[in-house]
């Protein structure tokens, strides 16, 4: 029996210890459901929508612990602020928001300080959107609000944290004040959203104004900041939701100091058009020395290449006759080596077939001998070519047939290009492929819609570079063939002026810029694959 017992007491402690275990399992916290509700204001002093507003100092009070995230960038203070107010604390949590200002208020003006996404609780980082604290220097709270939406005039998708300007139409204001001080109201995107409001305005007429604002001063700066603008004044109270445009300017001309960048060469960069642009150097130079004026494709630069020799200075004149604007320039000479020619295909390995193949040299051309040149094809044939020497853009073409699933060796032998300075080329060699049609797919756009002429049509990768082209003057087919696979977009340019290129507008001459739309989605071409898509162009 004593037997039994100790088994029996034995079996009963086990099934104890199994049982206690199971509650221990079941009862362990799980942390229950995520946080996902934002902090909540509870309380402000003074009151949110306070009037005769005379403190310095604004409390926010939360319902939990709360930190501020990247709030040199989110908040804005409308009207702006000549000091920005100081907000604490910062790095730390804190139930308690404060607000020190700075600076002398306006008598009788509305103003709003909006945290945009600021504001965030401590534990999940949910964040109160958009709060904003709202208060008059007078006696009433201007009510009036002004709605509109951001676009980017050439590329697809417009920047992030773009600034809303309006300025009062008064005495006081001109064009030119956007380039001088801030707005009587401002609003910011952030970086969430194209659409903006503008609150807690007061009835009148006013200039609507859109910046890329990167030196983040409330005020426009052509060499740095895209903007857009209303063509007509603003009204207020008003029902519109207003479009704008945001471009970039061709700068106003002007001429930074130029640099001295190698033993032959000398860099002038410039703002604004170049057409009328000439450099003179203003020093004595020998005659024995080779001097040329080379324009650095696709960029605002001059390149003053010369053949080296001892000088300590050199003097040099730039004249734009467009302007009759006329500067001196002194450059100081170093120790440098001299640039070496240098020649780069444009392709490498894979050539499409309507592509144009051509070879750029790093030092300006001056002489080509074509009987030089050896090409043929994988069965040692040789193909007909021509050849042209584009000065312009420093580069030599070819021309050749291109046929599919055939491979091309070009051959370059010594001698064959000559620089500016007599310098020439060692032996290169290129081997090219065509790949076979299979390889590549065909897209043909059915265009409708609000349709004008001429156009370009652009297809496009993902970040806008251009893939191909067709210049359209009428009719509604457009044909890309041989595509090589991927993922495109289509932008289609109107061209106003017909120069076969996007012309971009002019905030003084109030002049928006030519017209660009985007098919709505991403194309995908596939290999050995006929696409045929209908493009219904809207009215913007």
């Known amino acids: 029996m004593t037997i039994i017992r100790r088994v029996l007491s034995l079996l009963f402690l086990v099934l104890a210890i199994f049982v206690f275990l199971q509650c221990a399992r079941r009862g362990t916290p799980s942390g229950g459901p995520k946080d996902i509700t934002p902090p909540v204001l509870i309380k402000t002093e003074p009151l949110n929508l306070s009037t005769d507003f005379k403190d310095k100092k604004i409390r926010l009070y939360f319902d939990e612990y709360v930190r501020l995230e990247d709030v040199q960038n989110q ?58 604290y709202v208060f008059s220097t007078g006696s009433y709270i201007d009510s009036l609000s002004v709605s509109g939406v951001v676009k980017d005039a050439f590329n697809r998708e417009a920047d992030d944290f773009v600034s809303i300007l309006l300025y009062e ?23 969430s959203t194209n659409i903006f409001t503008l609150r807690y305005l007061k009835e009148g007429r006013y200039a609507m104004i859109a910046i890329k604002d990167n030196g983040k001063n409330n005020i426009f700066d052509q060499t740095e900041d895209k903007i857009g603008f209303i063509q007509d004044t603003v009204v207020l109270p008003a029902d519109t939701v207003y479009l704008l445009n945001l471009f970039k300017e061709i700068p106003n001309y002007s001429v930074p100091p130029p640099t ?91 050539l499409n077939f309507q592509d144009d193949f051509s070879i750029t040299s790093s030092i300006p051309i001056k002489a080509v001998d074509s ?88 297809l496009t990768d993902k970040d806008g570079k251009l893939y191909r082209e067709v210049y359209l003057t009428e009719g509604n087919l457009v044909e890309f063939n041989t595509i090589k696979p991927d993922q495109y977009y289509v932008r289609v340019i109107f061209d106003n002026n017909a120069n076969k290129k996007w012309d971009t507008g002019s905030y003084l001459l109030k002049k928006q810029p030519e017209r660009v739309a985007y098919y709505p989605l991403q194309i995908e071409v596939r290999a050995n694959w006929e696409l045929e898509q209908t493009f219904s162009i809207n009215k913007n």
């Open 169 to 191: 139409i008064d005495t006081t204001y001109t064009d030119s004040t956007v380039y001088k001080r801030p707005p009587n109201y401002i609003t910011n995107t952030l970086d």
């Open 371 to 458: 009987s030089k040149i050896v090409f043929f094809n994988k069965d040692s044939v040789n193909i007909p070519y021509s050849i042209s020497l584009d000065s312009l853009m420093n580069k030599i073409d070819f021309d050749f047939a291109k046929e599919p699933n055939e491979t091309y060796s070009l051959e370059l032998y010594p001698n064959i290009v000559k620089d500016i300075f007599g310098n020439t080329n060692d032996t290169i060699a290129y081997r090219l492929s065509t790949g076979g049609l299979a390889d590549f797919g065909n897209l043909r756009l059915n265009l409708e819609g609000d349709v004008s002429y001429p156009m370009l049509i652009q």
């Open 260 to 350: 001295y960048a190698a033993a032959n060469k000398i860099i002038f960069g410039y703002y604004g058009e170049e057409e009328k642009l000439t450099i003179t150097p203003l020093s004595s130079i020998p005659d024995s020395i080779e001097t040329l004026v080379a324009k650095v494709p696709e960029k605002d630069t001059l390149n003053f290449w010369f053949t080296p020799f001892e000088v300590d200075s050199l003097i040099f004149e730039v004249y734009n006759e467009q302007e009759n604007v006329r500067d001196t320039f002194t450059v100081k000479t170093r120790k440098l080596l001299s640039d070496s020619l240098m020649l780069y295909p444009s392709h490498r390995r894979e």
């Open 75 to 132: 908040l804005i203070v409308s009207p702006p602020l000549k000091y920005n107010p100081q907000i604490s604390p910062q790095g730390v949590a804190s139930k308690v928001i404060e607000i020190q200002i700075k600076d002398t208020l306006e008598e009788n003006t509305t103003y709003t300080i909006n945290f945009g996404q600021s504001i965030v609780d401590n534990n999940e980082g949910n964040p109160n959107r958009f709060l904003t």
